[in-house]
């Protein structure tokens, strides 16, 4: 009895410990700080402080599926939405549930759909390419949910030939962060970095609305997991290793699709006749519908499959695992199909949940500060004359404490970096000129900026 007891002890210990040892579990941004979601509001640069928690508050395992509660709201400052979009992000009371043994779907492929199709690390929604428009062939006009339009026939979840996608067309209402709320719900369909840190800068909402995003593109390194899909395969960033096995050296890992060319909207990329959408123009570009885009099967490593994917393996999964990107092209613009679709590669289980209804552990992170190396934080613009940014090159799932001295070791003034955020910022307009030093606390090291 004695020995029996002992076996089932180690059993369910060992099962324990495989499970601790799953990314899908460890990696979750858990809010143990109290931070709290911001807000600007048009006009006004200043953030408003919210009292609703952001990122992640818990999560819970079986050995079957974790369990992600979740506000939705980043650490990151949301808005302002530049479109009239009235809504803010708001608390969305959300458990997720995520199978921690995700299967390949070998039957009928599962599209994507309109609303939640994956989670990123801090408990925001991921969306496909859809913003819920399509083209009427009917009345040759757009339809949809959005102010001034008309319903689309068959409501919600109809199928349509030529759907809008969001990323050009609600680019005015896109933040600084490229997210945006959908009835409270705030969500990213793309990279969620931040526009001011593309090698090329599309929109401009940065340049009063200030903010950052997730993560940090670096191409000189793997990208981090930054979410996972409603199959439960994981999603990481813009940059990876060039080859499935993890050789190769770090690339940007490209999508498979590709803008058509046509001037006409009036058959698929497979050859099927569909109603007409409108002609290529400068109103409806190329692209501003999915099916304005081809998937080209390529034989280079570095490009994924019709879901945006590849097996592939990463930091995470030595032994590798099937991974969705998060896609950029040259100029590190988000492209199509952005993050995961448009089908699922895996069987999707994943969904909300009111509650929780089978025996589940609790998970507790035991890391402590990351220690930084100098190339892995950066001060800028040096020299500085109004400000001084200080940025972290990667995830931040823990916040830092930034410390301005003078040249005589004086601490000036104090700021934070908060976990799921990127940056932090000080005002050096009140500051005499000379040299000044960073340090991040908890750190070695200092870096000098001049003031002048």
């Known amino acids: 009895m004695k ?31 109290g931070i709290t979601g911001r807000h600007y509001i048009q006009g006004n640069s200043t953030p408003i402080n919210e009292t609703t928690l952001a990122n ?24 302002p939405f530049m479109d009239g979009n009235p809504s803010l992000a708001t608390n969305q009371n959300a458990i997720f549930k995520m199978p921690l043994n995700p299967t390949q779907n070998t039957g009928t492929l599962t599209n994507t759909t309109g609303g939640n199709i994956g989670i990123f690390i801090n408990g925001v ?82 340049d009063l609305y200030d903010a950052d995003g997730l993560y940090v593109i670096d191409s000189m390194v793997h990208s981090p997991l930054i979410g996972y899909a409603y199959d439960g395969f994981p999603i990481y960033g813009a940059y990876g290793f060039k080859n499935a096995d993890g050789t190769g050296g770090i690339t940007r890992i490209k999508s498979g699709y590709q803008l058509r060319n046509i001037t006409t909207r009036a058959v698929w990329a497979d050859g099927t006749n569909v109603p007409d959408g409108p002609n290529v123009s400068t109103t409806y570009p190329l ?22 994917g590849r097996f592939c393996v990463t930091p ?48 507790t992170s035991s890391a402590g500060i990351t220690e930084l190396t100098e190339n892995e934080w950066t001060v800028y613009p040096n020299p500085s004359n109004d400000i001084i940014m200080v940025q972290v090159s990667n995830l ?15 601490q000036i003034q104090t700021q934070q970096i ?25 750190q070695n090291g200092s870096k000098k900026i001049v003031i002048k």
Not at 138 to 152: A, E, H, K, Q, V
Not at 288 to 308: C, G, K, P
Not at 397 to 404: A, G, H, K, M, P
Not at 435 to 440: E, F, I, M, T
């Open 3 to 33: 020995k029996t007891n002992l076996l089932f002890l180690l059993i369910v210990c060992g099962q324990q410990a495989m499970a601790q040892l799953n990314p899908a579990i460890e990696h979750w941004m858990i809010n143990s700080s």
């Open 56 to 79: 992640v508050q818990s999560v819970q395992y079986s050995n079957n599926w974790v369990y992600v509660t979740a506000t939705g709201v980043p650490s990151y400052i949301t808005g």
């Open 125 to 206: 929604a991921l969306f496909d390419y859809r913003d819920g428009v399509a083209w009427n062939s009917n009345t040759n006009s757009l339809c949809g949910g959005l102010p001034g339009m008309s319903p689309c026939p068959g409501g919600p979840g109809a199928s349509f030939s030529w759907n809008r996608d969001a990323i050009p067309a609600e680019k005015a209402g896109f933040d600084c962060s490229k997210g945006h709320p959908a009835m409270g719900n705030y969500h990213h369909h793309q990279n969620p970095s931040a526009f001011k840190l593309d090698l090329t800068v599309i929109s401009n909402v940065c």
């Open 287 to 308: 692209g501003y519908f999915r099916e304005d885009y081809e998937f080209i099967n390529h034989a280079q490593a570095d490009y994924l499959d019709v879901h945006n």
């Open 316 to 363: 995470e999964y030595p032994n590798g695992i099937y991974c969705y990107f998060a896609t950029v092209d040259e100029e590190w613009n988000s492209a199509y199909p952005y993050v995961v679709g448009p089908t699922f590669y895996g069987v999707k289980t994943a969904a909300k949940v009111t509650s929780i209804s089978e025996t589940v552990t609790s998970y």
């Open 396 to 410: 931040t799932n823990q916040t830092y404490s930034v410390e301005l001295y003078d040249a005589l070791g004086k």
């Open 418 to 442: 908060v976990q799921g955020s990127t940056i932090a910022y000080f005002n050096a307009d009140t500051l005499y000129k000379g040299v000044y030093y960073v340090k991040l606390k908890g």
